[in-house]
């Protein structure tokens, strides 16, 4: 007689539940304690990406722009296809004053997934803080073409012909 034995089909491992409450806590806008759930399901499973990425967006709710640096640098080594882990790093490296670096990881999230139409509001909003007037009403001009939220305003503001 074959016993198998395993993870029921549906069920989820401990490091995803509690992935996922930290999502929950996320959503009610507590950022903190969606931090200690996504620590705890690191370290549970330090090779799962999907709580880096999300402790990472907290961190940046939380305006901890270094430390969700970090954990969004290991979201990406982990799994670098993640278009919206470089869109989030770039977010946070730009508000940690690292322009080129913020341009560096937006233009990877442009690579992984162009249809990440946000990035285009992102990027310009970053050769505009460095002083790229050109590249930033590029940019704008895309995300507007996208239907981005506030890229109207944004080449309104810039004066991009």
């Not at 549970?44 to 954990?71: M, Q, V």
């Not at 690579?111 to 990035?119: C, E, N, P, Q, Y």
Request: glycine share 8%.
């Amino acid at each position: 007689m074959l016993v198998v034995i395993g993870v029921a089909a549906g069920a989820q491992s401990p490091a995803a539940r509690l992935n996922r409450m930290g999502n929950d806590t996320a959503r009610a806008g507590d950022w903190a304690a969606a931090v200690v759930f996504y620590t705890r399901a690191i370290g549970l499973e330090p090779d799962f990406a999907e709580p880096f990425y999300n402790r990472g967006k907290a961190k940046l709710n939380l305006e901890e722009f270094e430390s969700a640096i970090t954990d969004l640098s290991e979201a990406i080594r982990l799994n670098p296809a993640n278009a919206d882990a470089w869109n989030n790093r770039g977010i946070a490296r730009k508000k940690a004053g690292d322009l080129v670096g913020a341009i560096q990881d937006y233009d990877t999230a442009i690579r992984g997934d162009s249809t990440l139409a946000r990035v285009y509001l992102n990027r310009g909003l970053a050769h505009f803080t460095k002083g790229d007037r050109v590249a930033a009403c590029e940019d704008f001009l895309r995300a507007a073409n996208k239907g981005v939220a506030g890229a109207d305003a944004a080449l309104r503001s810039v004066n991009c012909q």
